[in-house]
């Protein structure tokens, strides 16, 4: 078995495996599937701009939010500039103690001693990869950091299909069909990383999902990582249901969490991870700061101050994640309707400021355009929306797959005071420079029918 097997063929839907019961009706041979990572290594076509990057140094960033920084958050940031010292290793005090808060304010509870804080998701998880022993499972599709942190490691990471309705959670039935194959050819399935609010798919795993997903997984002996990075960016947060799995089985679960996600920006890098108040975890949680220790991993002193202001969630704060969020609602339904309309597939974006289309049923026009896969499908949607527009193939997809995360920041203006404007509008989708956008983009779908 390689390290990036799967246990079925992609369904139908973007990420979709189809059902759990005809994956298992075919032989391993027949399940194989390439790395994310393997149409990357083909060469690039003549010109294009990413032909000296590798796989890893090409990963794509994660969407772009679209909106200026809070003024308040740029203050607080300019008001610690004269800290001169990183913090500590897992971050100080103050950092972890509002870190605490903020998951406690979210019903996981614990202690400030059983925070790590990072400089980003990236160090973060490899140092948590790193803490546990054994192999990796994950999701198919997935974020484009997980399988590049485990392979940077050497450990073997195995791909599981999600069901038809989300990504992020993998399928119960195929997760423990997948730990028994990987067990019966000398693995060691130890680690499972998922994410309940998903990118790429902009979808939220169904309470039952996640129980029984993560109750297959704990009866393994598998520890969870659950990344909650998108979930304070819920579209419609009245009419959903999230359950993080760490509610569930709280001593088997390590929640992270990116706060570039709805709290900070990008270029601010910080994360946060909560362990379990358990002793194996504290020795996992002290592995964790020797790794971020040996790779000098540490938040920048503003950076960390201007974080723990954002994780304590001060009124204004809480109202800008609100308006985003809504404003995201508006703007990603009809950039939805806008791939609909083409007679390409996607699910309803339920969260973060992106959705994932499969164009395969808009193979044969694709394919007189010269776009037969994933990564000549995310070259020609580059070009034409002017946006990164990352193919399957990064998140883990198969090459042939003709699917594709889109970005919705970029619809949300040019300039800070287009974004502004958005931000701060009732009907965002009658701004001129928002419906503009979304004429454009919508344009560059409809020529695809």
């Known amino acids: ?127 948590l990869v790193g803490a546990h022993g054994g192999d990796v499972l994950m999701p198919r599709p997935c974020p484009a950091a997980w399988m590049p942190q485990a392979r940077l490691l050497g450990r073997p990471a195995y791909h599981v299909p999600t069901p038809a309705e989300c990504g992020g959670v993998p399928d119960p039935y195929a997760l423990l069909e997948t730990v028994r194959r990987v067990r019966a050819e000398g693995g060691r399935p130890k680690l499972l990383l998922l994410s309940v609010v998903d990118d790429p798919t902009a979808t939220i795993a169904p309470p039952e999902l996640v129980r029984e997903a993560c109750e297959a997984a704990v009866g393994e002996g598998l520890h969870i990582v659950s990344d909650e990075t998108w979930r304070d960016t819920v579209h419609r947060p009245r009419d959903t249901v999230l359950l993080s799995p760490a509610e569930m089985c709280p001593d088997d679960v390590t929640v992270i969490a990116d706060l570039s996600g709805a709290l900070v920006p990008a270029a601010w890098p910080v994360a946060v991870a909560r362990f379990p108040d358990t002793s194996r975890a504290a020795v996992r949680h002290a592995r964790t700061l020797d790794i971020l220790t040996a790779l000098g991993a540490l938040v920048a002193g503003p950076v960390a101050h201007a974080a723990a202001h954002a994780l304590g969630e001060p ?22 309707r806008a791939v609909l309309g083409s007679g390409a597939l996607a699910r309803p974006p339920q969260a973060g400021r992106h959705l994932y289309a499969d164009l395969g049923p808009l193979r044969s026009r694709l394919a007189d355009l010269g776009v037969t896969d994933s990564m000549e499908l995310e070259e020609y949607l580059t070009d034409r929306l002017g946006a990164p527009a990352p193919g399957g193939h990064r998140f883990g997809d198969e090459l042939g797959a003709l699917r594709v995360r889109l970005g919705t920041g970029p619809l949300l203006g040019a300039t800070p005071q287009q974004q502004t404007e958005s931000l701060a509008a009732a009907k965002p989708l009658e701004l001129p420079h928002v419906a503009r956008a979304l004429e454009e983009f919508a344009a560059v779908f409809a020529e695809l029918r």
């Open 1 to 127: 078995m390689q390290g990036t097997e799967d246990t079925g063929p992609p369904g139908s839907l973007p990420g979709g495996p189809g059902h759990a019961g005809r994956d298992r009706t075919r032989p391993p041979e027949d399940r194989a599937a390439p790395a994310p990572d393997e149409g990357a290594r083909r060469p690039a076509r003549p010109g294009r701009a990413h032909e000296d990057h590798g796989p890893v140094r090409y990963g794509p960033p994660a969407p772009d939010p679209g909106l200026p920084v809070p003024p308040e958050l740029a203050a607080v940031l300019a008001a610690a500039s004269a800290r001169t010292r990183p913090e500590p290793p897992g971050g100080g005090p103050v950092l972890r103690e509002a870190a605490r808060g903020y998951w406690d304010r979210r019903g996981l509870h614990g202690t400030a001693g059983g925070i790590a804080a990072a400089p980003g998701a990236q160090p973060l998880l490899l140092a």
């Open 315 to 336: 009124d204004s704060v809480r109202e800008r994640i609100r308006r985003a969020a809504a404003l995201q609602t508006e703007v990603a339904a009809a950039a939805h």
